[in-house]
């Protein structure tokens, strides 16, 4: 598979702080990773340092195959970090001109990139007049440019009202269908959770994690079941070898599985028996489960 | 080169602030110089016109000109520490670099806005003292006009040096206000300098030490027109004559501390995490 940013064993002290530990990992072309972690993991420490706004201490990371420079490879690549930077006493027009300079693009896209999220009839308005959800809106419009090879979004839900978030979101996820690798960070893992299919999870600077969303954990996820004959349902999962542990609560029963086992045959098996289920749901443990079962481990 | 220099003057063309400022720097000093060319009538009690004084002569237009003009070079000074610390202040540097310029590109695309303004206003300038001077000089041969024309250069490489030296104190301080504060800063303690040099060694080696100093190198390149032009109305006081040229060995000083400064300016850059 193309890779398009790979990081080997990077680090970055500040003073005696170790914010990025050793860390190693690599991006490749399509999928949708998320960085997840809380704050202060090192999430933004490790995208400053690729893009080239943060000097490493040690280790080295390079961009597509490496014989690109830092700040060439960024041209291709489409970028926000925390807050929307642009001049205030520009346009949004104006504000994407400079950029479409700087990344050596054609001024053609300016119109479509607005368009796309929604600023269009903004266009000659003062960037200084904006709020905070159309400034995050035109970044985006920014970061989209020049067409990039993958795009890198920090916390780019941070301080928006909940009309922002979604607004936010819908975006990324058209931009995602269109097939361009997206790179997230975030400490909202239902953020994550709904748009990622890879993660890296960072702790104090140090990769536990990094990998497919789904094998985050070795799990083969669990049943919530409901019963009228709950004494019998519970006696049969017991003596079941499936399964390994069970707890009740408010009548629902939640029973986790030790190895595979599918809800067609499980509810066949029941049925057999004489236990008839009132309510039947797999599942596997929520990114938010998963990550604290995972931070709570180490 | 063309890039980068489109860049920047897309940052400053676009904000009216620095706009003005740039108009009363190089703009203003020409209207000023135009209007003093010019007969104007005291109340009616007398008549004033420098003309008459000989000082739009050549040559010494050259000297008086550069010098007049460059005392409006404070004004750009602004411009220039303020278009470091708005960068630094709105963050565009940071996203600048994301976007895709280098640190060594972000720093001469504004050094290539120093470069070209002060060649604006050399040319300005030129132009300017060429009409007026050959409209009042009472020689207007050609040997005797492009004499001293080495003060354009001179006027020139001053810009340079002086813009060099804020943009290199916006680099180092982030901030306009500070960065302007640290210039009156140097001003000052170049002069405390010189006079511990004084009092340690004797004037003669203190004022060959001082020559070396940023601001008063710059100085040095075009010194006060008005002994000069007091020299020439008494040529027999001895006493006022002074080394008012500009020479070789003051210019590449400058130079250097320009180079000195953007280097500086790039170095820092380079080390800082944004």
Redesign the interface.
Known sequence: MESILTIRNLTKKFGSLTAVKDLSFTINKGNIYGILGPNGSGKSTTLGIVLNVVNKTAGNFHWFDGNTTTHDALKKVGAIIERPNFYPYMTAAQNLKLVCKIKNVALNNIEEKLEIVGLLDRKNHKFGTFSLGMKQRLAIASALLNDPEILILDEPTNGLDPQGIHQIREIIKQIAAKGTTILLASHLLDEVEKVCTHVVVLRKGIKLYSGRVDEMISSHGFFELKCNKEAELLAFIEKHPAFANVKTENALITAFLKEPLSSENFNKQLFENGIILTHLVQRKESLEEQFLQLTDNQ | ML?LL??EL??LL???TSKILIFISFILPFFVILLSSIKINVFGFFTLELGELGVFNFPIIWHLTTFFASQFKFFFAIVVVSMIG?EYS???I??????????K?FILSKFYAIVFFSLISTVLIGLISLCIGLYYSSYTEFGIIIRETNFLLAYFVKLLGFFSLCLFLGMLVKRSAFALAFLFVLFISEWIIFGLLTWQFDHHVASKIQNFFPLQSMYNLIEQPFQRVAMSKFPEKAELAYDYLVHWHELVIVLGWTALFIFLSFKLL?????
């Open positions: 890039r489109n860049l897309q940052k676009l904000n009216r708005n709105n963050k565009t940071k996203q600048n670099l994301i976007d895709g310029l280098s640190k590109e380079k080390k800082r995490d944004l």
